[in-house]
Nanobody, 121 residues
Framework: QVQLVESRGGLVQAGGSLRLSCAAS????????MGWYRQPPGKQRELVAAFTSGGGTNYADSVKGRFTISRDNAKNTVYLQMNSLKPEDTAVYYCNADILEAISLARRDYWGQGTQVTVSS
């Protein structure tokens, strides 16, 4: 069974910074893609930043220049460095991974439990 374990979010003042991490654990063959989504209050879940299966990165326009996604392949971990945070960044942040399972080699989508990030004005 694959698990995605996210670090705790928190409460930050506008203009501040926060770093999230997400580690994939369990038995799997390969991580195809991995990244972060968020769900603001009353809104749908949206992409924040992710590494694609081709090795590139995608960022939401709203976070470009402020957020940076990075990874440590040896630890199966991705990080989201969030700078210049704004109140509109307030959301539950979810880690997502597209993984090839170890035995079946089936491709499955996994989600973390979500972590709350609140930015006060």
């Amino acid at each position: 069974q694959v698990q995605l374990v996210e670090s705790r979010g928190g409460l930050v003042q506008a203009g501040g910074s926060l770093r999230l991490s997400c580690a994939a654990s369990g038995r799997f063959f390969r991580i195809n893609a991995m990244g972060w989504y968020r769900q603001p209050p009353g809104k749908q879940r949206e992409l924040v930043a992710a590494f694609t299966s081709g090795g590139g990165t995608n960022y939401a326009d709203s976070v470009k220049g402020r957020f940076t996604i990075s990874r440590d392949n040896a630890k199966n971990t991705v990080y989201l460095q969030m700078n210049s945070l704004k109140p509109e960044d307030t959301a539950v942040y979810y880690c997502n991974a597209d993984i090839l399972e170890a035995i079946s080699l089936a491709r499955r989508d996994y989600w973390g439990q979500g972590t709350q990030v609140t930015v006060s004005s």
